[in-house]
């Protein structure tokens, strides 16, 4: 089947008792069992199983071209559960320019238990190779990063993880299966932050790891059931609502995020724009090989913060807040907002200045969003020079 259609039909089956074509809300606990040891179709507890959650792991594990998914009740929940895979005294190598709450994960929490950590620029492989030592377990990929929308070749990596025994675990958050599919490019396991494109609607928080190997699949659901950190039913439900319009919503995110790039890459108060979708993006060439679009997160560098503030309250559509990946659009300061766990020496060598500005292209009008950017850099000091 097609991307759309798939999204609108893989696991979601018309209820069989009414013939409701909307998966129910199984708002639930627990089941009646209809003997001692003989659950009815398999349910007995609602953090070990439910019916809306299957429905939704069937869809995504469907999209992502995969043979399980595991819902998570977050995304660093996903995330978290990856990790306890590995033992203490593992290492991981993992990308550099990684989302502040992956950071935060690893190195505040994860740290605390014996787990090794490496962040390197993914997007050279050779400091990859370099980074894996003897107790390397795996590999962690974000791409394109966040904020800086650095891109790393997987399928190079997915060769390097499998001449090293590794693991490769992909972050595919923002480009969703809709514009790239790690699996089919050698990853070994993809992770989402359900939250944002995949809802798409900024209503719900949720995570889920994809991946083929069923061994690791058994161990996750082993995972998600001890440790519990399960989205409630009607959060699935809101995905699964989500997931019916993604091929949609990024099409017009992409269409969006193409057109206001190459404004504001005009525009002489901007000193420099991270889009893969533009040319002069130094991976452009791999951001049109590895994926079929380039997504909706633009960010920007605009020399000061003070230009930065007035850029960003002066916008009326983009609405200033945490996240990404809704119809709305959004705008973001990393280096105060989603990396502020983030050590500023470490920031400052990975761009995420205190003037960078990110952008959550939404799905609206596109001539509207570029008049309220470009108003709103009405009120920016000029640039000096350009990045």
Not at 214 to 243: H, I, M, T, Y
């Amino acid at each position: 089947m097609g991307f759309s259609t798939d999204a609108v039909h893989a696991g979601q089956e018309p209820e069989p008792r009414t013939g409701a074509v909307i998966p129910p809300i199984y708002q639930t606990s627990t089941y009646e069992q209809e003997g001692l040891g003989r659950p009815r179709a398999g349910y007995e507890y609602a953090r070990t199983q439910n019916p809306t959650r299957a429905a939704l792991e069937t869809n995504l594990a469907t999209l992502e071209a995969g043979k399980h998914a595991i819902a998570f009740a977050s995304g660093l929940a996903a995330i978290g559960s990856i990790l306890q895979l590995l033992q203490a005294g593992d290492h991981v190598v993992c990308t550099d320019n990684v989302y502040g709450g992956t950071y935060r994960l690893a190195d505040q929490v994860w740290r605390r238990f014996g787990l090794q950590f490496s962040f390197v620029d993914t997007s050279k492989q050779d400091a990859v190779a370099a980074a894996i030592a003897e107790r390397t377990r795996l590999i962690f990929v974000e791409t394109p990063t966040n904020p800086v929308l650095t891109l790393s070749d997987l399928t190079e990596l997915s060769r390097l993880a499998r001449e090293r025994n590794l693991l490769l675990v992909v972050d595919n958050t923002f480009m969703t299966p809709y514009l790239q599919r790690p699996l089919q490019l050698g990853a070994d396991i993809v992770v989402h932050s359900t939250t944002k494109y995949l809802n798409g609607h900024s209503d719900m928080v949720g995570g889920v790891v994809v991946l083929n190997d069923s061994e690791l699949a058994e161990r996750l659901r082993f995972l998600q059931n001890a440790a519990g950190a399960v989205p409630g039913p009607f959060d699935c439900w809101l995905v699964l609502r989500g997931v019916k319009t993604l091929a949609l919503r990024m099409m017009q995110h992409d269409r969006n995020a193409r057109e206001l790039a190459r404004v504001l890459a005009a525009h002489p108060k901007v000193q420099k724009v991270y889009y893969p979708g533009l040319a002069s993006h130094p991976q452009h060439e791999l951001a049109c090989r590895q994926a079929s679009g380039f997504g909706g997160m633009i960010s920007i560098e605009l020399g000061t913060l003070e230009n930065a503030k007035a850029f960003m309250e002066s916008l009326r559509l983009f609405l200033l807040a945490e996240s990404l990946g809704g119809v709305e659009s959004l705008v973001c300061h990393p280096a105060s907002m989603t990396h502020a766990a983030v050590p500023e020496e470490e920031r400052l060598r990975l761009g995420i200045t205190d003037s960078l500005v990110r952008l959550s292209v939404g799905i609206e009008d596109v001539e509207d969003l570029v008049r309220d950017v470009q108003d709103a850099l009405e009120h920016v000091q000029a640039a000096t020079t350009r990045v």
